[in-house]
């Protein structure tokens, strides 16, 4: 039973910071790629970072420059750092193990202008 669940999201106003969490459990991260995806209602579901097993790291380019992704796998968690965010950022934000159909159930990130 692998379960990976979010937090951290919430209301900020822009040019305000988050960091979200993703926890795993039932399964090792060590040797997986690592995702973090997010999505308004009506639209498609886009990757805005990712993390390799040797912490190589890849941005979408609206965010590159703001966003930071990271991983601690002794916790099996990873994170995300968003700063600067933007009204343009407002989605939910969801965990992904590329290659799978494992999903967090995603955590709502509201920036305002």
């Known amino acids: 039973q692998v379960q990976l669940v979010e937090s951290g999201g919430g209301s900020v106003q822009a040019g305000g910071s988050l960091r979200l969490y993703c926890t795993v459990s039932?399964?090792?991260?060590?040797?997986?790629?690592m995702a973090w995806y997010r999505q308004n209602p009506g639209k498609e579901r886009d990757m805005v970072a990712q993390i390799s097993q040797f912490y190589v790291t890849t941005y979408a380019d609206p965010v590159k420059g703001r966003f930071t992704i990271s991983r601690d796998n002794g916790l099996n968690t990873i994170y995300l750092q968003m700063n600067d965010l933007k009204p343009e950022d407002t989605a939910v934000y969801y965990c992904?193990?590329?290659?799978?159909?494992?999903w967090g159930q995603g955590t709502q990130v509201t920036v305002s202008s």
């Open positions: 992904h193990c590329p290659g799978t159909d494992f």
């Open positions: 039932g399964m090792r991260i060590r040797l997986n790629t």
